[in-house]
């Protein structure tokens, strides 16, 4: 069974910076492409970055530029780097495979979601 564990979440100042971990327990976790997405109360879930597992990535409009996703897959973990972070940055934020388990990203954001953690809270105010 696949689990996906997030933390690094907590209240940062407009314009700082945090990054997020998704600590992963699967088999050969280096064969799925890996996605980050966040949802606030009362809206929908919004994909924020998907990661091959050839290390290719996409990004959300609304982040790109501002946050990077990499993967240590010998340590299975997935990390979300957020900078010049902005008050409609805040969100619950959390790690997921899609529901198909695949390799790539052509399908994000728009795929199912598989396997997903419990999320993180990033709150970004003065």
């Known amino acids: 069974q696949v689990q996906l564990v997030e933390s690094g979440g907590g209240l940062v100042k407009p314009g700082g910076s945090l990054t997020l971990s998704c600590a992963i327990s699967a088999r050969r976790v280096d064969w799925f492409s890996i996605g980050w997405y966040r949802q606030a109360p009362g809206t929908e879930r919004e994909g924020v970055s998907c990661?091959?597992?050839?290390?290719?990535?996409k990004y959300g409009e609304k982040v790109l530029g501002r946050f990077t996703t990499s993967r240590d897959n010998a340590r299975n973990v997935s990390y979300l780097q957020m900078n010049n972070l902005k008050p409609e940055d805040t969100a619950t934020y959390f790690c997921?495979?899609?529901?198909?388990?695949?390799?790539?990203?052509?399908?994000?954001?728009?795929?199912?979601?598989?396997?997903r953690g419990r999320g993180t809270l990033v709150t970004v105010s003065s």
């Open positions: 997921a495979m899609d529901k198909t388990y695949t390799n790539n990203c052509n399908m994000w954001p728009a795929v199912g979601l598989g396997a």
């Open positions: 990661i091959a597992a050839d290390n290719t990535a």
